[in-house]
C-alpha cells in the first residue's frame, strides 16, 4: 500500500526516480509523473487504466516554465494567467518541442496548469522539471478530493500519497485556450465563467461538442459512481422508482423523511454552489460506497461553479424529466 505522508522530500526523491506520486491541489489530487521522463508519464497513463489519446496536464510552479516549456503566449491569455495562477485555470499554449508528443497527444498545444496549494508548490519549486498529473482516480470514475480517496483506488499501484488534507475548490480546473483570436472554455471548472469573464471585459464562449477531437478527454461518460445514476426532479424521481430504495443526493433539501427514503445527502443546505463544489465528489463517493442500487439527484443552479458540477453530473448519470 501507498504511504499517505506530507514528506516533501520524500516526495521529490520518489518523483526524481521515475516514481508516481499523487499530489494535492486545491481542485483535486493529481497523479504525477516527471514531464520530462517518457517511462513515467506511460506509467501515469497505465496506473489510471487511461487512453493515450486522453492528454494530460503540465504543473508547474512559475512563469519561467511557461517560457521553458511553450511557445508564444497570447496577450489575453497572459492575462487570465497573471490574474488567477496559482489558481484552478488550465491553459492550452502551443508547445515546445522538449514536451514529448505522448503528454498532448501530438497536439500541437499542451495544457499547463499552476496549482495553488502550498505543499505541491513547494514540491514543483524543489524539482528540475514539471510535473504531468491527471486527476489520480482511475479512469472514468469519481475524482478524488482527500488523500484517503486516493488511497482507495490506487493505494496498491504507487509508493506515495502527498497529503495536503481536503481540496478547497473540488471542481476540476476551467480549461481555456484561444483559437481565431477568440478564448474559449474547453472544461467548465473549478474557476467560474463569470469571473473569467469579469477579467477578460467580454462574454467567453463554451467550446460545444464533447466529441470534439480539440478537448479529446471531455468524454460523455465520465465521473461515474458504480451505482446507476438519475438526475431529474427528485420528488417525481421518487414517485417513479421509490420502491427500489434510492439514495438521494439532493442540493440543498433533505429528502430523508420522503418515503422509502433511507439515505439524503445533501451537497449544501445554506445553497452555496462553492460549498456543494468543494462537497460534490467526495459526496458522491460516500453514496457510491453505500451499497445502494439507484441514486437519485438533480441538477443545481447553472452559475458559477454550479456549471461545473451539471457538467459532471450530466457525465456520472442518466437525465430523466
Ligand atoms: O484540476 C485539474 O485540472 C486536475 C488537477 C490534478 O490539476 N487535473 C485534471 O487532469 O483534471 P485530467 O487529466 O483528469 O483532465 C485533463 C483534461 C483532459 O481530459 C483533456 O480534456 C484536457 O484536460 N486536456 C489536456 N491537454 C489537452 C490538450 N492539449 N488539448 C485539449 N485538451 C486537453
Ligand atoms: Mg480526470
New binding site residues.
Partial sequence: MATIGSDVLEAARLLMNGELVAIP?E????LAANALNEEAITQVFVTKNRPFF????V?ISSFQDIENYAQEVDRSLEKLMEEIWPG?L?V?LPKRSILSDII?NG?P???F?M?NHALTQELLSMLPFPLV???ANPFKYISPTSAAHVNQQLGDKIPYILDGGNCMVGM??T?VGVENGEIQV??K??FSIENLEDIVGKKIKLHHSTSNP?????LDVHYSPSTKLIIGNIPNLIKKYGDQRPAILSFSEDYSHENHIDSCMVLSPSQSLDEAAKNFFGTLRMIDDQGFSLILSEFVPEEGLGRAINDRLRRAGTVEY
Fill in positions: 491541489t481542485t483535486v489530487y493529481g486522453d492528454p494530460l496536464i504543473h484552478p488550465t492550452l498532448s497536439l498545444r499542451v495544457a496548469r496549482p498529473a491527471p486527476s476540476e480546473s480549461i474547453y472544461r471548472g473549478g480539440a478537448a479529446p478527454g471531455m
